[in-house]
């Protein structure tokens, strides 16, 4: 009974480490220079997944990709020339994050002034809203004559 309830909180915990699709046949020798493709691997977005690094993935293409990465670092390049190759092999779209450019500038800048925009018209709409409020409070001469004769009317008792 000890065994199978030791099995199964292994196999829970097993199911709880992040899955990584890198293979043991990709990984280099060298412990900084896997390091460093790993981190870069993080960065890339699989081209088949669109929404994973090409380090999660288990796509054949991205699988492709996390081998040219560690080509590249194998063979020399810096981090930022590993990425610019990439990037003029694939275009912009293989970033996870993309680069503050001229051509990126509306993909960064939009969601903050979306933001902004959304928060200012939500303090505009509660401005108008507590100044109608109190404009809707006053009562006319007439409104306040007639208030006042119905509470100075007698209300018949309803005594048996």
Same mark, same amino acid.
């Given at each position: 009974? %000890? *065994?199978?309830?030791?099995? @199964?909180?292994? +196999? !829970?915990?097993?199911?709880?480490?992040? !899955? =990584? &699709? +890198?293979?043991?046949?990709?990984?280099?020798?060298?412990? &900084?220079?896997? &390091? /460093?493709?790993?981190?870069?691997? =993080?960065?890339? /977005?699989?081209?088949?997944?669109?929404?994973?690094?090409? $380090?999660?993935?288990? @796509?054949?293409? &991205?699988?492709?990709?996390?081998?040219?990465?560690?080509? *590249?670092?194998?063979?020399?390049?810096? $981090?930022?020339?590993?990425? $610019?190759?990439?990037?003029? *092999?694939?275009?912009?779209?293989?970033?996870? *994050?993309?680069?503050? #450019? =001229?051509?990126?500038?509306?993909?960064?800048?939009?969601?903050?002034?979306?933001?902004?925009?959304?928060?200012? !018209?939500?303090?505009?709409?509660? =401005?108008?809203?507590? %100044?109608?409020?109190?404009?809707?409070?006053?009562?006319?001469?007439? #409104?306040?004559?007639?208030?006042?004769?119905?509470?100075?009317? #007698?209300?018949?008792?309803?005594?048996?």
């Amino acid at each position: 009974m %000890k *065994r199978v309830v030791l099995a @199964a909180c292994l +196999v !829970a915990l097993m199911g709880l480490s992040p !899955a =990584r &699709a +890198v293979l043991p046949d990709e990984v280099m020798a060298d412990p &900084a220079k896997e &390091a /460093r493709a790993r981190l870069l691997s =993080r960065e890339l /977005r699989c081209m088949v997944c669109q929404n994973q690094s090409i $380090d999660d993935s288990e @796509a054949p293409l &991205a699988r492709d990709l996390r081998l040219l990465v560690r080509e *590249r670092i194998a063979a020399g390049d810096s $981090d930022s020339q590993v990425i $610019d190759f990439l990037v003029a *092999r694939y275009g912009e779209f293989v970033l996870l *994050r993309p680069r503050f #450019e =001229r051509q990126t500038l509306l993909l960064w800048l939009v969601p903050p002034l979306l933001l902004v925009g959304g928060g200012l !018209a939500l303090w505009v709409y509660t =401005r108008r809203r507590v %100044k109608d409020g109190e404009a809707g409070k006053a009562l006319t001469a007439q #409104e306040q004559a007639r208030l006042a004769a119905l509470l100075s009317a #007698e209300t018949p008792s309803k005594e048996p």
